[in-house]
Structures are given as C-alpha cells and as structure tokens.
C-alpha cells in the first residue's frame, strides 16, 4: 500500500468523525430547542415563604416546567402573581423552589384569613385551655390532639359524681392562642386553642364548655390511632387504681400478721356411770377375784 493510499484512508477517517461530531450537534440542538418549545416558566419560592408572609418580588423567581406537568394555579408572569397596587399573602407554608400557586395565596388586596385554611365542610372552633389542659404549651399548629370533658354526672341513686370522657378524636390544632405556625417545638403559652371540627363537632365543643372543662391530650395523627370503645373514667376507677376496668395490681410491704387462735375449753372427763349387778367372788387356794354378773330377772 502505496502513502497516497494510507493519505486517502486518513483524510476519509478525519471526515468520517468530523460528519458524526457535526451531526450529533444538530440532533443535539434540535433536540434542546424542542424540549425548550415544551417548557413553560412557572413562579417558584426563591426562599422559604411560612404562613402570614406577604409575597414580594425579591422572594420570587421563575423556573422552567415541562408544558405537559404544567402544577394547577400557577403562575407564569409577575403581573398576574401580584398586580400592581395590590398584596398577597402566604395562608400556607411553601418551601425553597416550590411553585405558588393560588390555593396558596390569598386574593389580590386581601389579607392572611384563618378560613382559607379550612378543607370543605370544615369549622373553626376555638376553646379554652390552661398550661394543663393545654399540655404545658407544648401543643403546636397542626399537631393532633384529643379532646376530653369533665362534668357532673347523677348516678343510679341520684348522688352527683365527677366522671371524663373523650369528646372528640383525632383534631387538627389550626391555632394556639393568636399563633397558627410552630415556634420551632417551644412552648406556647395560651389561653386558648383553635380547633379544626365538623360541624357536629362545633356544637358538641360549645356545649362541653358550657358543662364542663374541656382538657387536650396530644396525640398521633391519624384514624387507626383512635380508640373504637372509649370508657367512662369515674371517681370509682381511681379509687383503687383502676384503668379501663381493669384493676392495677399494689405490691404490699405491710409486715405479715401472726394470727393466734385461742385453744379450746376442755371438757372435765366424767367418770364411768356404775354398773348394776352382782359382784361374785371365787377364791382359788390364797388369791381372790371379784367378778360382775348381771341382774337375773325371772
């Protein structure tokens, strides 16, 4: 093989590359500019935007989105997030990069309003608590709690008696006192909490207030946490230490106790009743015996 063979050999090679390098560019190319005809920018949290924030143009930037994923309510423009004279503001917490969307915000010139948080056919129902009833103030927004209720009750005999029950299970807290965002797990002293309920359970926390002290225990949230049969606690069930009707077994350190009994009286032994008859004796050389033989009747 001659140079001008392996010159031709070579020369079609470097070809050879530079028309793939060349192609995979406009594929490449190609390719970018029709993702990028598919994307769309939506409004994202360019820094973390907790409830009651108002939304403001350096607490935004936009990204791209894909047109086909495009997040329901979102926003493509700065315009239309907040329109000129007029304020929005964050009901709930949005993250870093997460879109806003409107269910997110409040309308156009309005401010942060509890009831944007409500789910349909929701209430808000505030009640009274104390550092005891209210845990310590270690109940914070959205934490689950159960609600109990202490009253008077007449017995069987008409005597008044003082028993608790469990009024309500598994109760999203909306607010303590005029806070309705954790203060990062510290303490929250309040005299009252903001309950989310039906609005049965709206009537029953009116009514429970009204006849007795309402109590809140914290919880796990969720249904299958709840209690299917809940019992009724009465002065009884703590007399002896009683919980769900069960009794709780006491270790005893009393001393043990020697028990004497006192003996028996004896009876005096009575002599023998003497026998009627006839004693015979018989003497047999020296030696005499007496023997006894009974009465002859004839």
Do not use: C, H, W
């Not at 970018?32 to 949290?45: F, G």
């Not at 979102?74 to 000129?84: E, N, Q, R, V, W």
């Not at 007029?86 to 915000?105: F, G, H, Q, T, W």
């Amino acid at each position: 093989m001659n140079r001008q063979t392996l010159i031709a050999i070579a020369a079609a090679i470097v070809l050879g590359l530079l028309a793939v390098y060349l192609a995979n560019t406009f594929l490449n190319a190609a390719q970018k500019q029709n993702e990028e005809s598919q994307l769309t920018r939506v409004a994202v949290a360019a820094v973390a935007l907790p409830y009651g924030t108002e939304l403001t143009p350096e607490k935004i930037r936009f990204a791209s989105y894909p047109k086909s994923s495009l997040p329901p309510g979102s926003y493509s423009d700065i315009a239309t997030l907040l329109p000129k004279g007029e304020r929005r503001i964050v009901l709930m917490p949005i993250s870093p990069n997460e879109p806003i969307l409107a269910d997110k915000l409040s309308g156009a010139g309005r401010n942060a309003s509890l009831s944007f948080l409500l789910p349909d056919g929701m209430r808000a129902a505030s009640v009274r608590i104390n550092d005891v009833s209210g845990v310590a103030g270690f109940i914070q927004p959205n934490d689950s709690v159960d609600v109990l209720i202490t009253r008077e009750f007449a017995g069987a005999n008409q005597n008044q008696q003082q028993i608790t029950d469990v009024l309500l299970q598994d109760v999203k807290v909306l607010a303590i006192g005029q806070s309705t965002q954790g203060a990062d797990g510290k303490p929250i002293a309040a005299q009252n909490a903001t309950l989310e309920v039906d609005p049965a359970g709206a009537q029953k926390l009116a009514l429970a207030q009204q006849v007795g002290s309402l109590g809140l225990v914290l919880r796990k949230p969720g249904q299958e946490q709840n209690i299917p049969f809940v019992e009724t606690v009465s002065l009884n069930d703590l007399r002896y230490g009683v919980s769900r009707g069960r009794p709780v077994s006491v270790a005893v350190t009393t001393p043990p106790v020697r028990v004497t009994r006192a003996a028996a009286p004896r009876r005096p032994v009575q002599a023998p009743p003497p026998r009627s008859g006839t004693n015979i004796e018989v003497i047999r050389g020296t030696t005499g015996n007496q023997y006894e033989v009974g009465d002859y009747e004839g």
